[in-house]
């Protein structure tokens, strides 16, 4: 069994995330944690079993599966498995939403890796957790309010997997800081590096990131003025990324759609896809779905400004869904939308005093447009 997970591992890393369904399974059903069993032997095991149910959005098998494999790396106090074990949780509380949580297990899990010593790890489970462990805390700081922590957070992920030459990790690094500027709203820098995630994708031939680097490249064309191409890039990106057999992020992506359809004039599009991504959101990925409702506020009044009081709902929303995730760049971003609305009616000493708290909590990132959206709109309603 052990082969198996790592053959079906290995498969995933280069011809995605379906490729176990093309010959070896990863769906033998529950695995029990026997007393004193044979953790070494296990633990590969349930690591396989939780990427595939991670990726499938598989919510309950997800979360029973990493707590066996952070209770086996506590029973056999080895630093190595904690490591995999923390990384495991914080990707985890990432995907529902608990972006504290998943920012301590990634600390504790940078805090346990020497990458020297660990270099072995990536042969055994094709990546290395402390890139891993860095990436997610990049993209989980940027959520909790720590923009420029976040930067270098992924800096240090960029650098750790190029010192590890490790074509895996680097692309998985590369992905990830152009998502991260993507979070930040940087058109031109979420281009540069979706492009030379893309080229790592195709020379190492790992379609999850080919996919995701499609996607990325195309909200940035869009971003950036080039509407119609950038729609088409980001269809063929979602195409491919369901092909892989992935789920986990769809949401996401869907929302990013709904939005550019939603920045060339189209949100009656842009509605029909997003009406998608929240039905899946449902399934209990939450990380993006306070997005997801304030892009919907927002398409409501693309469609209508008659639509003012649905959209002021769907704000309130996501506001309070961010409020509940401590994820205050979401926080703030809701609040813009909602102080703009409140401006065009007249109401701007509630915008105001919405929005002049949120944005006074900030300590970092005055330089990226979205805390720079905030302080136009607050300066104005001064």
Not at 347 to 371: H, N, S
Request: negative net charge.
């Amino acid at each position: 069994m052990l082969l198996a997970v790592r053959w079906a591992w290995t498969s995933i890393t280069t011809r995605g995330f379906a490729a176990p369904r093309r010959g070896t399974s990863l769906r033998p059903g529950p695995v029990s944690v026997p007393a004193g069993g044979d953790t070494p032997q296990l633990f590969p095991i349930l690591w396989g079993l939780f990427a595939f149910y991670l990726v499938r959005a598989d919510l309950l098998p997800t979360r029973e599966t990493v707590d066996q494999l952070l209770q086996l790396a506590q029973s056999a106090q080895d630093s190595a498995l904690l490591l995999v074990a923390h990384r495991a949780m914080g990707t985890t509380f990432h995907f529902l939403g608990e972006f504290g949580r998943a920012q301590e297990h990634e600390a504790q899990g940078i805090s346990l890796d020497d990458p020297q010593r660990y270099s072995s790890l990536a042969r055994l489970y094709a990546e290395h957790p402390g890139v891993v462990c860095r990436c997610f805390a990049a993209h989980d700081l940027w959520y909790l309010g720590y923009p420029d922590r976040a930067l270098m957070s992924i800096q240090d992920a960029l650098t750790l997997a190029q010192q590890l030459a490790h074509p895996f990790m680097v692309a998985h690094a590369v992905d990830f800081a152009a998502w991260l500027h993507l979070y930040r709203r940087e058109g031109e820098l979420t281009q540069q590096q979706a492009e030379a995630d893309i080229l790592l994708a195709t020379e190492h031939n790992i379609a999850f990131f080919l996919a995701h680097g499609t996607i990325l490249r195309g909200w940035a064309l869009v971003e950036q003025g080039q509407g119609t191409e950038g729609i088409a890039q980001m269809r063929q990106g979602l195409a491919a990324y369901r092909a892989t057999g992935a789920e986990a992020e769809r949401p996401f992506w869907l929302g990013l759609l709904a939005e550019a359809y939603g920045k060339v004039g189209q949100p009656d599009e842009g509605m029909v896809v997003l009406t998608a991504a929240l039905a899946e959101v449902q399934k209990g990925w939450r990380f993006c779905e306070a997005e997801l409702y304030r892009l919907k506020g927002e398409l409501l009044l693309g469609l209508s400004a008659e639509n003012h009081a649905e959209a002021e709902t769907c704000f309130h929303q996501a506001f309070d869904l961010a409020r509940h995730q401590q994820a205050k760049s979401l926080e703030l971003r809701t609040a813009v939308s909602l102080g703009r609305l409140w401006r065009d009616q007249g109401k701007r000493t509630e915008a105001r005093d919405l929005l002049a708290p949120i944005y006074g909590w900030f300590t970092e990132g005055f330089d990226t447009p979205v805390l720079q959206d905030a302080k136009a709109l607050l300066d104005e309603l001064t």
